[in-house]
């Protein structure tokens, strides 16, 4: 079957403690993103990557990092988390990056750092 | 800036109602648009739109675009309670980034 995973799926975490949140596609995607959604904010993108070694920021990309070792792995890092990252996470995985296409999301992650 | 902007923010009909969402969008080297329905968990894909004036449908749902004015709009026709969700437009642009819309959440009424 055709997804994006993502886990975990809900974290609570601490103000500081590094964690990373892994997201996976099994459809050969070379474009993946991570975004947040807040309420009233509603999705923001943090970072994409084109294709393996290739990220760049979205509009949101501060106090996160991202790594694209794998076509099929984008993790999202959190290296010292703070409250103000309690929120929603999305990773999404598309073919050809230039056109999106049709963006296919994981089931979300929902973090709360306190 | 960059910047997506849905409305109405939300609306309430009745069952069997045709409802009209907006999407309007200012962004440097536009590509696509892009709708999505979410419930309650992650969005789903409805359409993508690339060119002006070219209608796409998919059953009770149709979309166009106007790359003239910078808009698109998406119908739902004989609304029914499962259409109820929050309904995200997006758009990609310049270096393949990627901007939502806040969204419309769409009430239907039994």
């Known amino acids: 079957e055709a997804q994006v995973t993502q886990n975990p799926r809900y974290l609570i975490t601490v103000t500081g403690k590094k964690l990373t949140v892994t997201c996976s596609q099994n459809m050969n995607h070379e474009y993946m993103s991570w975004y947040r959604q807040d309420p009233g904010l509603g999705l923001r993108q943090i970072y994409y990557s084109m294709n393996v070694e290739v990220t760049d920021k979205g509009d949101v990309p501060e106090g996160y990092k991202v790594s694209r070792k794998e076509k099929r792995n984008f993790p999202l890092i959190l290296e010292s988390p703070s409250p103000n990252q309690t929120s929603l996470y999305f990773c999404?995985?598309?073919?050809?990056?230039?056109?999106?296409?049709?963006?296919?999301f994981g089931p979300g992650t929902r973090l709360t750092v306190t | 800036e960059d910047k997506v902007v849905q409305s109405p923010l939300s609306l309430v009909v009745h069952e069997g109602d045709t409802v009209t969402l907006n999407c309007s969008y200012e962004v440097t080297n536009f590509r696509s648009l892009l709708w999505y329905k979410q419930e309650k968990k992650a969005p789903t894909f409805l359409f993508m739109l690339?060119?002006?004036?070219i209608e796409k449908k998919s059953g009770r749902l149709s979309s166009i675009l106007d790359k003239k004015e910078l808009f698109s709009i998406l119908n739902i026709t004989a609304t029914q309670t499962g259409d109820s969700a929050v309904y995200l437009c997006?758009?990609?642009?310049?270096?393949?980034?990627?901007?939502f819309g806040k969204g419309t959440r769409l009430h239907i009424l039994p």
């Open positions: 999404a995985s598309s073919l050809f990056g230039r056109y999106s296409y049709e963006q296919y």
């Open positions: 690339t060119s002006s004036g």
């Open positions: 997006a758009v990609e642009y310049r270096d393949d980034k990627i901007i």
